[in-house]
């Protein structure tokens, strides 16, 4: 919000600041705390995005969250000084109905909605950062299409990315479904020209947000006219799924009773809509006929998702989990805990390739520390490949040298450095690869430095545990350019000879030698180890 590239706009943004915080002291504590928290900002972040954290910790245990929860009304005030009487309004318009639509963003984005509005908090506050900016610009959209707009010298790429970022899909379907005749009008004349030059993502996934049943018929005519044009085929079908779970079963009919899955871009798209690619999304021919009919049936039958759960064939029970998804994330959870309770190890691998769609890490770290746990005890190779694709679902990051939020208590946290010492042993402190698992184009690997690391990691961050001299062995095993800082955060004070020891020995790796010195230095250990030295 309100972050320009270099110092572009600078006395106007603190202008527009000090105007919306002079006129808030004349209302209550909570609508000035609402501006103040807007406009906190820490180092290497935008206006709003502390704000929105917290609201996301705020309500992320949370059930039954509804929009008022989230803006209450009785902050509508600062938001009126913030962005305006009319986006106010329209704001709340668009807060009321963004359930309908999916909720998940980025890489892993699929088609999965919620009734719970706390999984589109993220969203909302895109919403707001753009109305944010159309009060800061005095625009709004028809201007912003139709390039009406006076962004004071702003050019190149950095005017581009900033109309780019305004086009935001929930403010043009709005503006549609207000009966905005000059955006309208707009969208209408991009989709004749057939052209995808002529319409931008936004504003073509905007169509599928919004309930304009002629802009959706003229999209699925378009569709069906880019015989040729397989960018434009392909900028359609992976945004229609970005709307109403209706727009998105029209256009679905369209694809399906024309045959367009003979077209790479729309096999491309239904491995997007489900996640069925992934990685592998640069080879759509994996994807095809058979996973449209069985989306097809379940279209004209949810309840044939009932019967696919049972199946043992991957493809079919993915694709079940997927359409429970598209209906509600809750309907999902529920079915992926019934399935967790078999015994069929394909299918255990299988929820972990589910669990990224939904976006919900404590959810899944709380899923993978139990399968983890419960195969640890298991067969060996099995364990190992329950390890392997549950791994991402800890949300451990090696790079931080903590494991908070990892383990609830110093017991589990010893608990789990047992079984990933065990992880270690059986993979002979190699790396680990399955190619394939769980399809055909997926692999899955256990990487020894990201075991040790986690290791060492629990050792540092409950020095209550004493694990400081069972990690030495993982030492080596740790990337060159992260052992210095384990170094220093386990053995910066050396307790007894044993790690005085390792420090002095750390001093013939040449990734911890400067390191290893300076802790040597600080301890007085030289003239006690001059031979080992």
């Keep these: 919000m309100l972050n320009f590239y270099g110092n572009k706009f600078t006395s106007d943004i603190n202008h527009f600041i000090k105007k919306a915080k002079d006129r808030v002291r004349a209302l209550d504590r909570d609508n000035q705390r609402f501006i103040e928290d807007i406009f906190t900002k820490g180092t290497y972040r935008n206006y709003g995005e502390i704000f929105e954290n917290n609201l996301i910790n705020k309500f992320s ?12 009304e009785n902050i509508h005030p600062a938001l009126e000084i913030l962005i305006g009487e009319a986006n106010l309004k329209n704001f709340i318009k668009i807060g009321e ?10 890489y892993t984005r699929r088609m999965v909605r919620s009734s719970n509005c706390r999984n589109y908090i993220d969203k909302l506050f895109s919403v707001l950062k753009t109305f944010v900016h159309y009060k800061f610009f005095d625009i709004n959209t028809k201007k ?7 962004f004071k010298g702003l050019e190149g790429w950095n005017l581009k990315n900033l109309i780019t970022s305004l086009e935001n899909k929930y403010i043009i379907a709005n503006d549609i479904d207000n009966g905005n005749q000059d955006v309208i009008d707009f969208i209408n004349e ?4 057939g052209s995808s030059k002529n319409i931008n993502y936004g504003t073509l996934a905007a169509i599928f947000v919004s309930e304009n049943k002629s802009l959706v018929e003229m999209a699925g005519k378009l569709l069906l006219a880019a015989q040729r044009q397989e960018g434009l085929r392909q900028q359609i079908c992976e945004t229609m799924d970005e709307g109403s779970q209706e727009n998105f079963e029209y256009m679905f009919k369209i694809i399906y009773d024309n045959d367009l ?4 871009s729309v096999k491309r798209a239904l491995g997007v809509w489900t996640g069925l690619l992934g990685q592998n999304y640069n080879n759509p021919e994996t994807v095809g006929k058979k996973e449209l009919e069985i989306i097809n049936k379940l279209i ?20 079940a989990l997927w359409y429970k998804a598209s209906q509600d994330v809750k309907i999902a959870l529920e079915a992926i805990q019934e399935l967790l309770k078999v015994s069929k190890l394909h299918t255990k691998l299988l929820v ?5 769609i939904f976006q919900d890490i404590k959810y899944q770290r709380t899923v993978a520390k139990d399968i983890i746990k419960e195969y640890s005890e298991k067969d060996s190779n099995d364990f190992l490949k329950i390890v392997a694709c549950y791994w991402e679902h800890l949300s451990y990051n090696p790079y931080t040298n903590t494991s908070k939020g990892l383990f609830e208590t110093a017991d589990e946290a010893k608990e789990f450095f047992e079984i990933f010492k065990k992880v270690f042993v059986l993979i002979d402190g190699k790396d680990k690869a399955f190619n394939p698992i769980i399809f055909p184009w997926v692999s899955r690997y256990i990487y020894k430095h990201n075991i040790a690391a986690l290791l060492f990691t629990i050792a540092s961050s409950y020095p209550e545990l004493n694990l400081k001299n069972e990690v030495f062995t ?8 992260s052992r210095g800082g384990y170094l220093k955060s386990l053995f910066n004070k050396p307790e007894n000879k044993d790690e005085e020891l390792f420090v002095v020995k750390m001093l013939a790796d040449a990734t911890v030698t400067n390191e290893a010195n300076k802790i040597i230095r600080a301890n007085n250990l030289a003239s006690k180890y001059t031979k080992e030295i």
Excluded at 261 to 264: A, E, G, K, Q, V
């Design 97 to 106: 109905k963004i359930t309908k639509t999916p909720y998940t963003i980025g």
């Design 261 to 264: 899955i003979r077209f790479s």
């Design 190 to 193: 991009a989709l004749t020209s």
């Design 61 to 72: 245990r949370r059930e039954n969250v509804k929009f008022e929860d989230i803006f209450p």
């Design 474 to 481: 993982y030492f080596k095993a740790l990337e060159p350019y």
């Design 144 to 150: 912003l299409l139709l390039g009406n707009c006076n």
């Design 352 to 356: 972990a390739y589910n669990l990224d």
């Design 300 to 319: 004209d039958n949810p309840k044939y998702a009932d019967e696919l759960l049972k199946s043992d064939d991957n493809v079919e029970v993915y694709l």
